[in-house]
C-alpha cells in the first residue's frame, strides 16, 4: 500500500482529551476517531490490527473445540425478563422500544439469547458437550466513558457460551477456555497473569480475570517473582487430555490484584523477597455459572437414564477491541507505538526518502515489488515530505520493522533497516534486505 494512497490522518499534536498512552497514540496515528462519547470509528490502520488480534482469538477458540455463530447486537427484552436480569442489569443496559412497542435491547452481553438457541434444538446428553462463540459489538452505556477504546460503549468482544451434562464436563470445559485464552495472549505477544475473580452480574462461583502486564496498567498487580519466568504453555496443548494439572501449575503461582483479591493472602504466603507489585490490564474473563440461566429459561436435556436434567454453562468473554489499546500501553515508547509481528498493520514501512529521485525510485520499487511476491505487507511512504517527517510517522505507527532509502545509499545499491523495537540499524545491499526479509515468518529483520 503507497502511503500516498492511503487514509492515514496522523495529528502530530496530542488531543486534549485522551488521558492514557493508548489513546493518545490511536488518535495520534490515525487509528480511530470519536464519533460519539465513547462510540469511535475505526480508521483503515486500526481496523488492520483489530482483525488481527480477532483472527488469532477466532484461530485459538477453534483449536480449543469452539464453534462460531453470530447473534445479533439487538435482543428481545422477554428473553431477559425470563432470567431476572432485566431489571437487575442497570442502567448501563440500552433500552430501545421497536415500531411496534416491543421492548429490545442492545446486548451488553448474550447469556440469555444463547440459552434460547441452545433450548430450542437441544435435547439429548448424546448432543453435548457443546462450545458456542461468537465475536460481536456491544453495548454499555458506562455513566462516564473514558480512556478511548480501554473503556468504550461500544465494543468488539468474543464470548464464547459452554454446554455440558455435569459439573465434571464443565469444569474441563472451563479448563480449555483457561489455556486458550493462555494461547491466544501469549501469540499476541503479551505476559498475562491469571487471577481467581469475583463473578459479578454474570452469577456463578467459578471465575477468573486475565490481566496483561503494563507499567501504565489501571489495576495494582501482586504476583510471585518467578512468575516472569513460568511457560504455562510449552510446545503446546491436548486439548482431549486432563488440563487440570496445568491449569493448577498458575495459579500455583498466586496473583492478586489491589481489592478485587485476597490481597492479605497473597502476603502470607508468599516470601517478600519473591513478591512482585506490578500493574495489569483486565483483557478477558471467564465464568463457570451452573445452571444459573439454563434452570431459569428451561435448557434441558435428558440425561442417559431420561431424566430432564438442566445443563451446566459456563461463559468467557475476551475483549477483542480493549485489546489494541491494552497491546499499545504494554508495548510503546516515547516516539510511539511499538507492535507485536502478530498483530502490526503492517509488516514492512519502506521509506523513500527523495521521490522522484532516479536511485531512490528504483530501490524502492524493486522492494516493494519483491517484499509484496514473497507475501508481506509493505506500506510504502511515496510522500513528498521532509525525512524528519517520514521518521517521526513510522515510529509512530510502529511498524516492526523499516527500510530506508536515501540517494546517497541507493546509488550504491544499498538501504538500511531499522528494527522498531530495538532501535538497532544495519545498512545492507538491496538484495540481502529483500533475503533478511523475506526469510523470516514474521516479516523483521533479524
Known sequence: MRLSQFFMPTLRETPAEAEIVSHRLMLRAGMVRQSAAGIYTWLPLGLRVLRKIENIVREEQNAAGAQELLMPTIQ?????????????????????????????????????????????????????????????????????????????????????????????????????????????????????????????????????????????????????????????????????????????????????????????????EVPEDKRLETRGIEVGHIFYFGSKYSEAMGATVQDADGKSVPVQMGSYGIGVSRLVAAIIEASHDDDGIIWPASVTPFDVGLLNLKPGNEATDGACQKLYDGLNKAGLDVLYDDRKDRPGAKFASMDLIGLPTQVICGPREAEQGRVELKNRATGVKDIVSIEAALTALTDTSTGTAP
Request: proline fraction near 4%.
Open 76 to 268: 428481545p427484552a422477554d428473553l431477559w425478563r425470563e432470567s431476572g436480569r432485566y431489571d437487575d442489569y442497570g442502567k448501563e443496559m440500552l433500552r430501545i422500544t421497536d415500531r411496534h412497542g416491543r421492548d429490545m435491547l442492545y446486548g451488553p452481553t448474550n447469556e440469555e439469547l444463547i440459552t434460547d438457541i441452545f433450548r430450542r434444538d437441544v435435547k439429548s446428553y448424546r448432543d453435548l458437550p457443546k462450545a458456542l462463540y461468537h465475536i460481536q459489538w456491544k453495548f454499555r452505556d458506562e455513566v462516564r466513558p473514558r480512556f478511548g477504546v480501554m473503556r468504550g460503549r461500544e465494543f468488539l468482544m468474543k464470548d464464547t457460551y459452554s454446554f455440558d451434562l455435569d459439573q465434571e464436563g464443565a469444569r474441563r470445559a472451563y479448563n480449555r477456555m483457561f489455556i486458550a485464552y493462555l494461547r491466544t495472549f501469549e501469540r499476541l505477544g503479551l505476559k498475562t497473569v491469571p487471577m481467581a475473580a469475583d463473578t459479578g452480574p454474570i452469577g456463578g462461583d467459578l471465575s477468573h480475570e486475565f490481566h496483561i502486564l503494563a507499567d501504565t496498567g489501571e489495576s495494582e498487580a501482586f504476583l510471585h517473582g518467578d512468575y516472569l519466568s513460568f511457560d504455562p504453555i510449552g510446545d503446546g496443548v491436548d486439548y482431549d487430555g486432563d488440563l487440570q494439572p496445568l491449569v493448577d501449575k498458575w495459579t500455583s503461582l498466586y496473583a492478586a490484584a489491589d481489592d478485587k483479591h485476597d490481597t492479605a493472602r497473597f502476603a502470607d
